[in-house]
C-alpha cells in the first residue's frame, strides 16, 4: 500500500543469455537469440506476476468487476446521457484470442489445460468526489 492508502503491486523480471564463438549468419544467430530470449522472458515474467501479484489475480472463470462510469457534461451543457453498466460475457467461454481449454474424456490420459491467463483483479470504485 502507498502512503495515501492506495493498493500497488510491482513484478520485476530479467534474462540474459550470450553466444561465444563464430558467427556464421548474423541475421539468423541475431534472430535465434532473441526467439530464445522472449521464450525464457515469458517464462519468467509469468512466475514473477504469480509470485509477487498472486493475490492480485483471479481465476480465468471468475466473475468479472462491473465496470461505472460517471457521465460528465460538456463545457456549459447538460449531463451527458448515462449508459446501462456493461454486462458479463453471455457465452461463459475464455477471452477473445485466448486457446480454449481442452480436457481429455474421464479414463484417457491426464487433462491438458491452456495456459492461464492472467486477469488482475479490480481495483474497488471510488465516486468522485465534488
Same mark, same amino acid.
Given at each position: 500500500?502507498?502512503? +495515501?492508502?492506495?493498493? +500497488?503491486?510491482? /513484478? ?7 553466444? *561465444?564463438?563464430? !558467427? ?33 489475480? !483471479?481465476?480465468?472463470? /471468475?466473475?468479472?468487476? %462491473? ?7 460538456p463545457p456549459g451543457g447538460a449531463v451527458a446521457? /448515462?449508459? %446501462? %453498466?456493461?454486462?458479463?460475457?453471455? =457465452?461463459?467461454? @475464455?477471452?477473445? $484470442?485466448?486457446? @480454449?481449454?481442452?480436457?481429455?474424456? =474421464? $479414463? =484417457?490420459? %491426464? ?10 483483479? /479490480?481495483?474497488?470504485? *471510488?465516486?468522485? =468526489?465534488?
Open positions: 500500500y502507498t502512503s +495515501a492508502g492506495t493498493r +500497488a503491486g510491482f /513484478a520485476e523480471a530479467t534474462v540474459s543469455r550470450q553466444r *561465444v564463438g563464430k !558467427v556464421g549468419n548474423m541475421s539468423e544467430t541475431l534472430y535465434l537469440l532473441t526467439r530464445k530470449l522472449m521464450d525464457q522472458m515469458n517464462v519468467e515474467l509469468e512466475y514473477q506476476i504469480r509470485r509477487s501479484l498472486g493475490d492480485w489475480l !483471479v481465476a480465468p472463470g /471468475a466473475q468479472a468487476a %462491473p465496470v461505472q462510469a460517471a457521465p460528465l457534461a446521457p /448515462a449508459y %446501462p %453498466p456493461a454486462s458479463p460475457r453471455a =457465452s461463459g467461454g @475464455p477471452p477473445p $484470442g485466448l486457446p @480454449p481449454q481442452t480436457l481429455a474424456p =474421464s $479414463g =484417457s490420459a %491426464p487433462a491438458t489445460l491452456a495456459p492461464m491467463p492472467l486477469v488482475p483483479v /479490480a481495483p474497488p470504485v *471510488v465516486p468522485p =468526489s465534488r
